[in-house]
């Protein structure tokens, strides 16, 4: 089982920045991936932006150039960066845990989401 915590959402101005973390619990050597997804009222949840347990990182198009995944092993946490905030950017932020396509049971596990709201 993992356990997954955001924290670090709120409001912030057009072209501000936050930064989002997600501490991990749990079985947390069974990870292979994860990522920050997130959802607006009335659309999909789309990708964000995703790390690998060997550190590669990829990013959804529309946040390419603005956001930046890291981790911090230690502490067992994922952040996202998020830099130049636009409105579109409005949404609630998801944490994913992703176990890998090897395995049987369970694959993906999800934080409870933590808004962000970009607004003047």
């Known amino acids: 089982q993992v356990q997954l915590v955001e924290s670090g959402g709120g409001l912030v101005q057009p072209g501000g920045s936050l930064r989002l973390s997600c501490a991990a619990s749990?079985?947390?050597?069974?990870?292979?991936?994860m990522g920050w997804y997130r959802q607006a009222p009335g659309k999909q949840r789309e990708l964000v932006a995703t790390?690998?347990?060997?550190?590669?990182?990829s990013y959804g198009d529309s946040v390419k150039g603005r956001f930046t995944i890291s981790r911090e092993n230690a502490k067992n946490t994922v952040y996202l960066q998020m830099n130049s905030l636009k409105p579109e950017d409005t949404a609630v932020y998801y944490c994913?845990?992703?176990?890998?396509?090897?395995?049987?049971?369970?694959?993906?596990?999800w934080g409870q989401g933590t808004q962000v709201t970009v607004s003047s």
């Open positions: 994913n845990a992703d176990r890998g396509p090897w395995i049987t049971a369970r694959r993906n596990y």
């Open positions: 749990g079985s947390i050597f069974s990870i292979w991936a």
């Open positions: 790390i690998t347990s060997s550190g590669s990182t």
